[in-house]
């Protein structure tokens, strides 16, 4: 048997007013870390492949930057965005950047990634040597 003191009247309502608010911060941080962290690994993979694709052996930065657009089409990605890829010496660099939805603040609203691959070059059996 319980017993219930005047005194402890109204105490879950309060701690219920503190708690919900903190478990909604809590779990809308979680989703805009995962929210971030996904488009973290698509401007990743779109760079990667954007990068592969120009540096093949008589490529072009063009064919680049429409594998960075193939690249977020297959994964689904609607989020808005730029990149480019640029001949740098002997490499190719590729960079994406794409705009995050914001849910919780304290996030940043863009993420960008930058791939670096070398310049495929024809080498006849005599240059290998």
Known sequence: MTVK???????????AVIAVPVVLAVL???????????GANVADAAANEGAAVAARFSSSTRAGER???????A???????RWSVRRDGNDVVAK??????????????????????????????????
Do not use: N
């Open 28 to 38: 809308w941080m979680a989703v805009q870390a995962t929210v971030f962290l996904h």
């Open 75 to 81: 994964l689904d990605s609607d989020a808005r965005g």
């Open 5 to 15: 003191y005047r005194a402890d009247r109204g105490e879950v309502t309060a701690q």
């Open 96 to 129: 994406v950047s794409l705009r995050l939805p914001r849910i919780a603040p304290f996030f940043p609203r863009t993420v960008t990634r930058e791939a670096r691959e070398p310049i495929e070059r024809f080498m006849t059996e005599e240059e290998r040597r």
């Open 67 to 73: 594998a960075i657009v193939r690249t977020l089409t």
